[in-house]
């Protein structure tokens, strides 16, 4: 995916051929791909690559709550740390986390929690930590997303996935899933998260002007970038088993053959 730096804004955000800058159509998705169980050491891991993002999801959990007084005698509690790496942008990121990664924590929680049983888990914690390691606009969607994944590769017990998309505007046009330079010289930015279960939307923000009419437009337009991202991310899960399978099918053929020896 062409990266297009900070000091080099363009005049217009679409090419000669009413491409994009990066080549695509208005309703067009960056390139994903997701994996899960990347991290041995974790209870369940995910890693995706969503246009020039790549982002790392790590879950423990359900354990014993740290620090002790967070713990709920009710409940499980959950705690998601979204951090991007100093190196993932082009600008010197500040390494301790800053206001904007509190945020987005506190919305890829929100995003999660609805999925969970966390009134079987009381007193214990599930932990999400969210490595972004290089950043391209829509980092809090490509991390909520790649979060339920590692969740679901975890075995904890969930309602369903949780996918996110950002569409907006740009030089007047309604898109879908906006780069980083379309992120920031565009006009508006709208991040929206579906939890599939009851198909509700749990995550909406936006900043900027639009009508009633506008907004449907960009519903639908987030509706079918949603369903495909769905779509992926239960394609990274049942990848895991078939390739779990395939080795299982492997080693009994191998201890079939070393029987008849
Ligand atoms: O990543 P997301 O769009 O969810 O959040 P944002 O705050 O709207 O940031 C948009 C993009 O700006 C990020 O994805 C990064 O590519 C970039 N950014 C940056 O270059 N330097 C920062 N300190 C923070 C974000």
């Known amino acids: 995916m062409p990266l297009i730096i900070k000091d080099e804004y ?60 967070l713990a709920k ?20 990121k500040r390494p301790a986390p800053g206001r904007r990664e509190k945020e987005i924590s506190m919305i890829v929680a929100d995003c999660i929690e609805p999925l969970l049983f966390l009134e079987l888990y009381p007193g214990t914690s599930f932990e999400v930590f969210i490595e ?22 975890a075995g904890i017990p969930m309602k369903s996935l949780v996918s996110a998309i950002a569409v907006g505007k740009i030089d007047g046009k309604k898109v879908v ?33 639009m009508d009633l009419d506008e907004m ?11 369903k495909d991202i769905h779509q992926i991310q239960l394609d990274a899960l049942k990848s895991k088993y078939v390739k779990i399978q ?4 492997k080693s009994k053929e191998k201890n079939e053959k070393k029987g008849d020896e």
């Not at 005698?73 to 010197?92: E, N």
């Not at 809090?140 to 590769?153: G, K």
């Not at 992120?183 to 929206?192: H, S, Y």
């Open 10 to 69: 363009p005049e217009t955000l679409f090419r000669k051929d009413g491409k994009r800058l990066d080549g695509r159509d208005i309703n067009e998705l960056r390139p994903i791909k997701m994996e899960v169980g990347v991290v041995k050491n974790a209870d369940g891991s995910a890693y995706l690559e969503w246009g020039n993002n790549k982002i790392f999801a790590a879950v423990y959990g359900p354990r014993e709550v740290h620090p002790h007084h």
């Open 73 to 92: 005698p009710d409940k499980g509690v959950l705690r998601v740390f979204y951090r991007m790496a100093t190196y993932s942008v082009f600008d010197r």
């Open 132 to 153: 972004v390691i290089n950043a391209d606009g829509g980092t809090r969607c490509a991390s909520t997303t790649v979060a339920a994944l590692a969740l679901a590769d």
């Open 177 to 209: 899933d906006l780069s980083g330079i379309e992120d920031k010289a565009g006009e508006a930015d709208l991040p929206i998260a579906i939890t599939w279960y009851n198909e509700e939307i749990s995550l909406l923000q936006f900043d900027g002007e």
């Open 216 to 226: 449907n437009e960009f519903l639908e337009l987030a509706k079918n970038a949603l």
């Open 246 to 249: 395939e080795e299982t099918n």
